[in-house]
């Protein structure tokens, strides 16, 4: 899709009420994992943020950057998603958490991001995180430099794949407790983006394909 169009469709969209649990549940693993959605989640939980963002290639087509977690002892050693992470004391607010982390973790400079809005809340059970994604754009592709202890590869994905459902497909995970379990996911660039990020693309997707662009 085209860049600057996308984003006017973005700010649209981003104005209206976000579906939420709806949403998420599309991308959720098998069987769907209530303990996400009810109200009395562990008190104790640590916050965080990550940022999907939104450049153009030379052609002006859009493009959303994940990262690849490099393998380490850790409920998401391996996975693909968005660049974020926890909340740090000197950060202001959780959008300044999205924006640093991805200066942090793929060079790309928090000064030259424009956020646009953000999407419903997630917890996530086996880290014990709510995390908060935030969207935004930068106006010229970036040069990725990703931070080699955090990033295994950054994945360049045309925004037009992620609304392909096609790419959408069922597979079995390893989950925290080292039990499998059935999940959908989505098939970019031969790898499997499952989980948490799955579920935040769930209600993007969700949210999109409810609009009347």
Not at 53 to 59: I, Q, S, V
Not at 147 to 167: A, G, H, Q, W
Request: proline share 9%; net charge negative; aromatic share 10%.
């Amino acid at each position: 899709m085209e860049f600057e169009k996308l984003i006017q469709n973005l700010e649209k969209a981003l104005k209206k009420p976000l579906p939420g649990r709806p949403g998420q549940i599309t991308m959720a693993p098998m069987p769907v994992d209530e303990e996400r959605f009810i109200k009395d989640i562990r008190p104790d939980y640590r916050k965080g943020a990550v940022l999907m963002l939104f450049y153009p290639d030379k052609e002006r087509q859009a493009f959303v950057p994940f990262i690849k977690r490099p393998t380490y002892p850790g409920v998401h050693s391996g996975q693909i998603a968005f660049p974020g992470g926890k909340m740090e004391a000197s950060d202001k607010d959780l959008s300044q958490t999205a924006l640093r982390e991805t200066e942090e973790e793929i060079g790309v400079e928090a000064t030259k991001i424009e956020l646009i809005g953000k999407l419903s809340d997630l917890y996530i059970p086996p880290s014990n995180f709510m995390v908060s994604p935030y969207i935004g754009f930068i106006l010229k592709k970036p040069v990725f430099k990703p931070d080699p202890e955090e990033v295994l590869r950054v994945i360049s994905c045309p925004f037009n794949t992620i609304l392909d459902k096609s790419v959408r497909k069922m597979g079995t995970f390893k989950g925290s407790g080292g039990h499998s379990l059935s999940a959908p996911y989505f098939d970019i660039e031969s790898e499997m983006v499952w989980g948490a990020t799955a579920m935040m693309l769930g209600e993007f997707t969700f949210l999109w394909e409810q609009m009347d662009f």
